[in-house]
Structures are given as C-alpha cells and as structure tokens.
C-alpha cells in the first residue's frame, strides 16, 4: 500500500512534465516559426490592407522584414504612401526604406505608438487645414486626432520635406541631410525657405540626428536655428526635449527686427508698435508656459531689460513679466502712435533688417495733429497680459517736460487698463488711468489723470522766457469717447479739463505780448526781461462731442489781468479763443485790444482783435492827421485793470474737475 500511494503521487507528477515540456516545445517551434516566416511574402496583403483601412495607397516595393515582440520592430525597403485626395501633394511619404518599432498592446486598442522611426532618404508632404484635417493622420477621418500616430523619435539620414498650412500661411520646403564630418554634436543640418503667415521666410542650422518628438523624458538633444520672417531675424542655439510640443526648451536667442508687434502675425504675441529692435536672452519652455529672461537689448535709442512669461494653458494666452528702461528716447514712442518711424531710431539699428512696409503705416494727415493710427481690437482679444514697465528717464523731449514713466498694464477679455500710469512731468507727476473696451469692433476709451506739482519754469523747456518764472500748477483730465484712434477718440469725448495754478513768478515779457503793450515791450527788449508776481491763474474747459467750452480762463498778476473765453474743437483741430488783458501800469504804445488766437493745431495764429482794434486805430489816424505827437494820446495806458478775485477764480475752475474728481 505505501509503494502504491507513493506511486500513485508520482504518476501524475510525471505526466505534468510531459505537458509542461510539450508545451515549451510547441511555443519554441512557434516561436522559430515566427522567427523564420517569410514575412516579405506579406508586402501585397499589408499594402492592400492598409490601403483598404486608409482610403489611399499604401506600396512597399522592395522588402519587408519583421522582428516580432511586444514592442515589434518592422523593417520596410521602397516606401510608397498616397496622401489624401484634397492634399496638394501626392505622396505623405517616399522613401528607400522605413524601419519602426510599434508597441502591440496599444495597436490592439487602436491605437498607433512608434517609439522610433528611422527613415532613409525620405520625401514627405505635409499639409494641415483650418479645419483639422491633416495628412499625417493615418485613418479615414483625417480631422481625428485619434489617427494622429505618436512617433517618440524620429531619425533621417537625407531627404526634403514640404510643409503647407494655408490658415497659418505657410508653404515651406526643407532639406536634410547628416554630415559625417560634423561629429556627434549636430551632424544634421537642414535649410527651409518658403513663406510663415504670408511672409518670406528662410532658416538653416544644425541639430543631433535622432530628433525626438513625443519623448519628453528622454535626454534634450541640440538645435541650432537661424531664421527669417519679413523683417524678423531669430537666432537660436540650445536643447529641446521634443520637438513636436517643443517642451524642454532651453536657449539663448537673439531676436531683431522691424517693430516688436510684427511678432503678432509671427507667434501670436500682442505687443505695440516699436521702431527696429535688437534684443537678445534665454528662453525655455515647461509645459505650457514660454519663459523669456535675461531681455537685454534696445528698440531705438532705447535700451531695454527684464523677464516675460507667456503662459499658454487656457483658451486665451497670458502675458506677465516685468520690462525697464534706464532711458527711454522719445523719439522712439512715435511708431506707438502711429507716426512713421524717426531718423535716429533707424540710425541706432543700421544692422536690423531693411525696414517692412512699415513705411506705409498710417501717417497722420497734413494739417493734422493728434494720432490717427488705428487701434487693432482683435490683437487686444487674441491674448491677455498683466506686464509693469518703467523708464527711469525719458530723454529727447524737445518741447515736452516728460522725465520718467512707470505702467501697469493690464489686457484681459480685450479690456486695456493702464492703471496706474505714472508721468514725470515737469518736475512733477501725471497720475493716473486710461482704459481701453475693446469687445466691441469701436472701442470705448476712457481717460481719468491728475497733475500734480508741475513747474511753470521746466513746463515750456523750448521756451526761453518761461526758465526764471516759478509756481507749481495741478490739473485734471477726465474724458470719455469711443475710437479706435486717438483722433477719433478725442473727436467724440466728453468730459472736462481743468488746470490750476496759486501764486508764483511769471515773465512780464510774456504779459506785454498778450497785452500788445508796445512800449513795454521795447522797454523790456532793451533793458531786458523782468518778472512779476503771479497772483493766480486758472483754465477749466467743458468737453462735448469733441468741442472743448471755456468755463474759466484767467491769469492774474500785480501787472496784467488776462480773461478769455472761446472754444477748442478737436474734431477739426481748430482753435477759436479771445484773450483780453487789462494791464494795470500807466504805459504808452497799448492798445489794450483783445488777443485772438485762432488757426489749427497745425498752424495757430495770433494776432488783435481787428474789430476791437478798429475805432481805436481809427481815432488815432484821426488825431494824427491834426499833430503826429497827438497820437500817442490814444495809446496811453492808464491802467484801469483790476485784480482777479484769485480765490474765487481757482474755486470756479476747481469746481469744473470737481463732478469728475476720482
């Protein structure tokens, strides 16, 4: 009984053995099979299925070769792949020979991973429509990005390539090929030409061989770039870690260019109009958000600095970062306003490109005087921003006092804030804001800024006469409209304006011009100037529509009191106002006739009131018809000017900003 039970264990042991040891056997013989198929033999079925699956024709004419396992290595010599029918070119792919590796388990849900591609002289054609459709897209339905295969890196030894997207206005040719001299570093060098966003392009440089395109854990691999777009030059030189997302960026770049908001059309970045720039740092890329730091550079006379983070993880892109400037040259804000770009800022760039059709901008026209370049409201809704700038110095003025800026911009929804936005200005400070609504196709702008502390000695710096007079003035600006210029906008404002200013210093030089006080004049010319005391003066303005109504219009001194009244319109540019000084000294030569100032912005005139000056000047024709000596007795000035009631004045005037005071 033991013997029997003993054996009775063992029997079936045994059997197991020879089951287990057939079935080793049969998977071996399988697997040698497997191993030994003649796979070639399937060139005709897979093309024709393939062809059958894809709806285009699919041919390999020479050699298939298959290494099979869960990761399958495929082998295929003389490569044919139709493009789809709307597709300009014929073929996706021609090529001496394709060799891939496909994980299975994947495929079997459909879905195509190639951890690695190697292609052998490849021709390819590209092409992707506003509508999804791409060419690359191996099923039926060319717009699914489910038959988008997911290639991890891709390797080519010589071939060309010809890419079109006609919504981003693109047609691009480009040539490859590895040289065995260049090494391991960046033995693939390439070249393209053809057109980005509808503008001349062209770009060559260097990179690894293998390039890597859905791998992003896999180590960065080097890249040269030199690129131009229109006027736009980029030089590149750094690593990427893939190269279809562009993840893993990391380089150094130098950007120049015609004006930094050609990079609009370019990548999609809203910036303003600049002149020629040059400016250069490192940019790299983590996930969704673009870094740009180290920004060192000049736009114009101007230099340049700081960090930029363009953050492309929602529907609409958001820009932040930080910008300064130890000098900003005025002359370089024109383009901003869309006047044509000044001589200087082209001399301080003679190596940028040749100059875009920029010099077609808008100009504003002859006669006119306020900005007329049209303001772009679906830039304003393409991204969103939350960027601080300052200059630490405004230079090349001329006749403006400004001396240093400090903004905040904000762009959200297309809505423009410039808040704070702070100007130095003549010794003193602009504060404030400007909005810009552009969400609809006619933008709304509003416009709330304060002065204050302005010196009167530095507000006119061309102004000779003006350097020994002293005082401080304040002001408001509180204006609303709709544009999309700055003309348009101010020709439909409404709101007020108001400037103020107590006591200070004043040249009576000035007050015997406006007061036609001939003899003072000479007196002055020849003696040389002097200043009076300034008791107050006041100018308060109510804006409708554009047309700008004096509320008050006063200045006071020991020496002449000046009232006036009129009207400025800034729909047409054109000025119509009535200055009547009353001097308050005895003097000959006066006429004591009101001052017309009237004209355009362009081109003011000034001169007496001729219908004021008629009787008086006929009285003293009249008188000197009897004795030349007796017409100087109409000119006699006895001074029966009184003083302005200054409080009284400056609260009329502080009252106009008052309703409006933010």
Known sequence: MPHAQRWHIVGPGRAGARVLAWTLGAVALLAVAVLLFPWDMLRGPLGRYVSGQTGRHFEITRRLDVKPGWTTRVRMEGVTFANPEWAQDAYLLQAESAEFEVRLLPLLRGRLELPSLVLQAPQLGLQMEADGRRTWALGRDTADEANVPQIGSLAVDKGELHYIAPARGADIRMAFEVDPRAGDALPLSYSARGRWQGQAFSANGRTGSVLVLHAPLQAPFPLEVNALAGSTSLRATGTLASLASMDGADAAFELRGASLADLYRLVGVVLPETPRYAVNGRVARRGPVWRVENIRGRLGQSDLAGALAYDRSQAVPLLTGSLQSRVLDFDDLAPLVGLPEQPRSVAAAPAAPAARAAAARPVTPPGRVLPTATLDVQRLRAMDADVRYGAARISNARALPLERADIHVRLKGGVLNLDPLKLGVAGGQLAGRLRIDAASDTAAVAVNLDARGLQLNRLFPAVESTRSSLGRMAGSIDLAGRGNSAARMLATASGDV?????????????LEFAGLDGGEIIKFLLRGDRDV???????????????????????????????????????????????????????ILSLRSPLKI?????????????????????????????????????????????????????????????????
Do not use: W, Y
């Open 498 to 510: 108001a400037l103020l200013m107590g006591e200070g210093q004043i040249s009576n030089l000035l």
């Open 533 to 587: 005391r300034l008791r107050c003066a006041a100018a308060a303005f109510d804006v409708k529509q554009g047309v700008m109504t004096s509320r008050a219009l006063v200045l006071d001194t020991v020496d002449t009191a000046i009232l006036g009244t009129g009207t400025v319109s800034l729909v047409d540019e054109s000025l119509d106002l009535v200055l009547r000084p009353s001097p308050k000294d005895a003097s």
């Open 598 to 662: 009237t004209g355009s912005f362009a081109a003011p005139r000034a001169g007496p009131d001729k219908a004021a000056l008629a009787g008086r000047a006929g009285i003293a024709l009249a008188l000197g018809a009897l004795n030349p000596l007796l017409a100087l007795a109409a000119t006699v000035e006895t001074g029966p000017g009184v003083d302005a009631n200054c409080p009284q004045v400056l609260a009329q005037a502080q009252a106009a900003a008052q309703p409006h005071a933010k």
